[in-house]
């Protein structure tokens, strides 16, 4: 289970842009604005748990020893990447390629015929779908400033990254920073999901892919920072969107490689996300936990996938 299209849509073969070759941005700034510092150190890694997903690679549970960072305090906004691009004038892949997916439920239902995904049907091809415009050239993001930019491929991400003077945390740090000092626990508050029958988390509430109640209080993204911060202050670190890390995606390469300061394996052709997003379900993606992983390719973008970054020191 380790592509999971239901996770988030990926681009087909061959259906890529050549971002490595193009200029990348380099800025100034406060590095560490909108940052927490956390002092690193050795954390439980992974899972015991046979309840997830195995087969992507969610266990066993093992010593990870992680040196000292800094990690932003929120998944990147509407507003921040519109800093960078003004600054830049970035251009994203979903804008060069000229569309991105988008889930079907948020498309009117006129919304002409277009190529979707024969094993998640939910996920439609958009013309002029991009970050600006997250369902479609209709739809904008004028009251959503303060919710997390999406239609990001793992190569924007890092392109913004560079030029905030940061990077792109490595699946090891994510999770780290995810757990906000538990050990072992499924959420980044505890093992239950809606403790005392609070909401802390956007993922989707109903029956998917037909219903969703927004008892949570969202159909689609939430602010970045819904929601009570986690142990170490940091907002959403599960639900709302994938997150980008900089590691390539391979479900064994932790069981014989480096436990200090993992970086993750030699090129796999998928890059690792984490933290679920509001499309999640218990009943066909139960990703939205601290040690759960999904993975897509380099250039492929979606609504909930986005990203956040970190600095070390």
Not at 83 to 105: K, P
Not at 158 to 170: D, I
Request: glycine share 12%; aromatic share 12%.
């Amino acid at each position: 289970m380790t592509d999971q299209p239901c996770c988030s849509a990926s681009r087909p073969e061959g259906q890529t842009v050549a971002i490595d070759a193009l200029p990348q941005p380099s800025g100034t700034g406060d590095a560490t604005a909108g940052m927490t510092h956390l002092p690193g150190g050795t954390f439980l890694m992974g899972t015991d748990a046979q309840d997830g997903y195995p087969a992507d690679g969610e266990g066993p549970a093992r010593e990870v020893t992680l040196s000292p960072f800094w990690i932003d305090t929120t998944t990147v906004s509407n507003a921040d990447f519109s800093v960078f691009t003004e600054a830049t004038r970035w251009i994203t892949v979903a804008e060069r390629l000229g569309t991105s997916f988008v889930f079907a439920g948020f498309l009117p239902d006129n919304f002409p015929p277009t190529r979707g995904i024969a094993e998640a049907p939910w996920w439609r091809e958009v013309h002029g779908a991009d970050w600006r415009h997250p369902e479609g050239p209709d739809s904008t993001i004028d009251d959503r400033m303060n919710h997390p930019v999406v239609h990001i491929t793992w190569r924007d991400a890092r392109a913004y990254a560079k030029w905030a003077g940061k990077r792109l945390p490595t699946e090891a740090e994510w999770e780290y920073a995810a757990r906000g000092g538990l050990v072992q626990n499924r959420y980044p508050w505890g093992n239950e999901r809606e403790p005392g029958g609070q909401h802390r988390m956007n993922v989707w509430q109903g029956t998917f892919p037909t219903k969703n109640t927004a008892a949570d209080g969202h159909t689609g993204t939430a602010p970045v920072d819904a929601y009570e911060p986690n142990g170490y202050g940091l907002y959403n670190m599960t639900g709302n969107v994938w997150e980008w890390c900089s590691d390539w995606f391979d479900p064994t390469w932790h069981l014989t490689g480096p436990s200090v300061d993992p970086a993750g394996p030699a090129r796999t052709g998928r890059k690792s996300m984490r933290g679920g997003s509001h499309l999640c379900h218990a009943s066909y993606c139960y990703r939205y936990r601290v040690d759960a992983r999904s993975s897509n390719t380099p250039d492929s973008s979606a609504g909930n996938i986005g990203f956040r970054c970190v600095r070390s020191g």
